[in-house]
RNA sequence: GGCGGCAUAGCCAAGCGGUAAGGCAGAGGUCUGCAAAACCUCUAUGCGCCAGUUCAAAUCUGGCUGCCGCCUCCA
């Protein structure tokens, strides 16, 4: 393959693709806060990390892949007290419905998913050689990064200090803090009951940018090739990552920065704050997880993307047109597919070399569509067969699977299998039809779903196994 | 206020100097008992607006207009 190129944000260009030490690499990115149910803005971004990873991996590199989870956070503890429950119960509970979610848009499991409340030891001690350095400084119980002992603050948002600063000229200033753009390491707590944990500082909790430059040190060292994550993080928190990371070690942090766009409806960033979010299963229950991937993989990543009900139904039209072209697909045939000599292979790696350009790639997908629907030697029908299921799969697309949720299945098939069959027998039974709304009945007992009357013309049914 | 991004058909979207990929939707036709799927044909003389550079611009430059993001938690 030739040369893969990536937008790297820290230089804002599309650079020629080089790791540290190939074929090995290390990407780094940022998942979710556990205080809620993802949403499609969730969805977006790991299934982005996903398929790049799968390209990569596709191509030969070792990939490591790191995606963490944040199960400290206010938004966790405020939850916590909304249903009185536990702040690390309603982190497990969230964490296992992102698990859920994941799994649903066939999102590979990362190498590691490292969690903030497992890595504290490791904070502290990032904490303590900071300090050591003289790169930050306690007052009270509070901890600070100091923004004036970092060499180049201000390099991933393109902005100088005095800059950022005028645009912190809108916010109050904490008094405490010697520098406006400092940022806090550790938060000492300010009532003794809050959730906290034990530190050399006292009870408190990590500043929210602090545990992946831990994760990140302690797992892969002093140096990343790629870390990755939405670009609402840019600025301040991958900024003071690599403030923090690269006071601590003297390093390059990470050599590329990637980010994808947002996830839009009618205009505005979706988000929980805005309250116009769709939660990832909301969606999987009108359409299947490979429709929303397919609608992810249409856009550029780092373009924003609109998120529509038209949007989605697209997509999953898209989905059914690539998936009857794998009818009649005999998988005994076995797979002859040639990925070095393979012609598709090429196109579409050379549209994902340039900087994962899914959308261009896509059409390699429907080109071989067309292509196996005209061909009459089976044979050839076969290898293009074959070429449609790998590249799909390149993308993390699973053709050969409905992946549909028990939601949708639920909502959209049976309850209207059901009803209309029962209609038919109600139809039956008026006309006095027995013969007829009998076989119905018998058909559903077949299916296992016993049917009861109720008074009215009302119904209600269960599985009877 | 500071900085950055985006504007391409009915909808989504790629293209980044050589004369508009792809998907969805739509129209007509073939096939079919009727459908569905599939196939064939059609659907932007034009890429927000105005100038400029060039043999050549959606693509470069300048200026407008509109929308969005970050600077506060956020994928």
Same mark, same amino acid.
């Given at each position: 393959?030739?040369?893969?190129?990536?937008?790297?944000?820290?230089?804002?260009? =599309?650079?020629?693709?080089?790791?540290?030490?190939?074929?090995? $690499?290390?990407?780094?990115?940022?998942?979710?806060?556990?205080?809620?149910?993802?949403? /499609?803005?969730?969805?977006?971004?790991?299934?982005?990390?996903?398929?790049?990873?799968?390209?990569?991996? #596709?191509?030969?590199?070792?990939?490591?892949?790191?995606?963490?989870?944040?199960? $400290?956070?206010?938004?966790?503890?405020?939850?916590?007290?909304?249903?009185?429950?536990?702040?690390? =119960?309603?982190?497990?509970?969230?964490?296992?419905?992102?698990?859920?979610?994941?799994?649903?848009?066939?999102?590979?499991?990362?190498?590691?998913?490292?969690?903030?409340?497992?890595?504290? #030891?490791?904070?502290?001690?990032?904490?303590?050689?900071?300090?050591?350095?003289?790169?930050?400084?306690?007052?009270?119980?509070?901890?600070?990064?100091?923004?004036?002992?970092?060499?180049?603050?201000?390099?991933?948002?393109?902005?100088?200090?005095?800059?950022?600063?005028?645009?912190?000229?809108?916010?109050?200033?904490?008094?405490?803090?010697?520098?406006?753009?400092? &940022?806090?390491?550790?938060?000492? /707590?300010?009532?003794?009951?809050?959730?906290?944990?034990?530190?050399?500082?006292?009870?408190?909790?990590?500043?929210?940018?602090?545990?992946?430059?831990?994760?990140?040190?302690? /797992?892969?060292?002093?140096?990343?090739?790629?870390?990755?994550?939405?670009?609402?993080?840019?600025?301040?928190?991958?900024?003071?990552?690599?403030?923090?990371?690269?006071?601590?070690?003297?390093?390059?942090? #990470?050599?590329?920065?990637?980010?994808?766009?947002?996830?839009?409806?009618?205009?505005?960033?979706?988000?929980?704050?805005?309250?116009?979010?769709?939660?990832?299963?909301?969606?999987?229950?009108?359409?299947?997880?490979?429709?929303?991937?397919?609608?992810?993989?249409?856009?550029?990543?780092?373009?924003?993307?609109?998120?529509?009900?038209?949007?989605?139904?697209?997509?999953?039209?898209? +989905?059914?047109?690539?998936?009857?072209?794998?009818?009649?697909?005999?998988?005994?045939?076995?797979?002859?597919?040639?990925?070095?000599?393979?012609?598709?292979?090429?196109?579409?790696?050379?549209?994902?070399?340039?900087? &994962?350009?899914?959308?261009?790639?896509?059409?390699?997908? &429907?080109?071989?569509?067309?292509? +196996?629907?005209?061909?009459?030697?089976?044979?050839?029908?076969?290898?293009?067969?074959?070429?449609?299921?790998?590249?799909?799969?390149?993308?993390?697309?699973?053709?050969?699977?409905?992946?549909?949720?028990?939601?949708?299945?639920? =909502?959209?098939?049976?309850? =209207?299998? /059901?009803?209309?069959?029962?209609?038919?027998?109600?139809?039956?039974?008026?006309?006095?039809?027995?013969?007829?709304?009998?076989?119905?009945?018998?058909?559903?007992?077949?299916?296992?779903?016993?049917?009861?009357?109720?008074?009215?013309?009302?119904?209600?049914?269960?599985?009877?196994?």
């Amino acid at each position: 393959m030739k040369n893969l190129f990536v937008f790297n944000n820290l230089t804002k260009n =599309k650079e020629k693709f080089e790791p540290l030490n190939p074929p090995s $690499i290390t990407i780094y990115t940022c998942g979710p806060t556990v205080y809620d149910h993802s949403h /499609i803005g969730h969805a977006r971004s790991a299934i982005s990390w996903d398929f790049i990873v799968r390209f990569l991996r #596709s191509t030969g590199y070792k990939v490591s892949w790191t995606r963490n989870i944040t199960d $400290i956070d206010d938004k966790i503890i405020n939850k916590a007290k909304e249903v009185n429950l536990h702040p690390d =119960k309603i982190a497990r509970i969230y964490t296992h419905s992102f698990h859920e979610d994941m799994l649903a848009l066939g999102v590979e499991w990362p190498d590691f998913e490292p969690h903030a409340t497992q890595y504290l #030891s490791q904070m502290y001690d990032f904490i303590n050689e900071l300090i050591k350095k003289g790169k930050a400084y306690q007052i009270e119980s509070d901890v600070y990064f100091s923004v004036s002992a970092s060499k180049n603050y201000g390099q991933l948002k393109g902005q100088s200090v005095e800059e950022l600063e005028k645009g912190f000229e809108r916010i109050e200033p904490n008094p405490k803090k010697k520098h406006k753009l400092d &940022f806090a390491l550790w938060k000492g /707590i300010k009532d003794k009951n809050e959730y906290s944990f034990q530190s050399p500082w006292g009870k408190g909790r990590p500043g929210w940018h602090l545990e992946c430059s831990a994760m990140n040190y302690s /797992i892969y060292g002093e140096s990343i090739d790629i870390h990755g994550g939405g670009d609402d993080l840019i600025f301040p928190h991958h900024e003071n990552e690599i403030a923090q990371s690269e006071s601590l070690t003297g390093k390059v942090f #990470s050599k590329y920065w990637m980010h994808n766009g947002m996830i839009m409806v009618d205009g505005k960033k979706m988000a929980k704050s805005e309250g116009n979010f769709v939660t990832i299963k909301d969606a999987l229950r009108s359409v299947s997880g490979n429709a929303l991937r397919l609608f992810v993989l249409n856009t550029h990543y780092r373009m924003p993307l609109n998120y529509t009900n038209e949007g989605v139904f697209a997509a999953q039209n898209g +989905i059914n047109r690539l998936q009857e072209a794998l009818d009649n697909y005999e998988a005994s045939n076995g797979n002859m597919l040639n990925i070095e000599t393979n012609e598709f292979v090429k196109e579409f790696n050379e549209s994902m070399a340039d900087d &994962f350009n899914s959308s261009q790639a896509l059409s390699v997908l &429907f080109k071989i569509t067309d292509l +196996i629907n005209t061909e009459k030697n089976k044979k050839k029908k076969h290898e293009l067969q074959s070429t449609l299921i790998y590249l799909s799969g390149v993308l993390g697309l699973d053709l050969q699977n409905e992946n549909l949720s028990p939601n949708f299945i639920r =909502k959209n098939i049976l309850d =209207k299998l /059901i009803d209309n069959l029962i209609s038919w027998r109600t139809e039956s039974r008026e006309k006095k039809d027995y013969a007829s709304s009998d076989k119905i009945r018998d058909i559903l007992n077949n299916c296992r779903i016993e049917v009861k009357d109720l008074p009215e013309n009302k119904y209600k049914w269960q599985i009877k196994l």
